[in-house]
């Protein structure tokens, strides 16, 4: 059974930090892709960040040089680092693990964990 577990969101004031931490389980983590991603009331969901199988990274533009995707293979952790964080950063955010590439494919997504950034 797949299951992806998120944590770390909460209440911050801006400039402050935050960890996001996604525990997956229930396929061979280490071949997946996986990535962050957050939905904003009223908008659609975007992407923040991805690392791939092979460690690469991408970031949106809004949030490069403050925050850092990396993953822990032997823990099937996936985690995002938020500092310097905005109003605007507020959103769930949503851990997504996948394999589009090759088989076995999939395509998997948390349950998302609200990160509120405000005074």
């Known amino acids: 059974q797949v299951q992806l577990v998120e944590s770390g969101g909460g209440l911050v004031q801006p400039g402050g930090s935050l960890r996001l931490s996604c525990i997956a389980s229930g396929m061979i983590f280490s071949i997946s892709d996986v990535g962050w991603y957050r939905q904003a009331p009223g908008k659609q969901r975007e992407l923040v960040a991805t690392?791939?199988?092979?460690?690469?990274?991408n970031y949106a533009e809004s949030v490069k040089g403050r925050f850092t995707i990396s993953r822990d293979n032997a823990r099937n952790t996936v985690y995002l680092q938020m500092n310097i964080l905005k109003p605007e950063d507020t959103a769930i955010y949503y851990c997504n693990v996948r394999r589009v590439e090759f088989p076995p494919r999939y395509d998997y997504w948390g349950q998302g964990t609200q990160v509120t950034v405000s005074s």
């Open positions: 690392i791939t199988r092979g460690g690469t990274t």
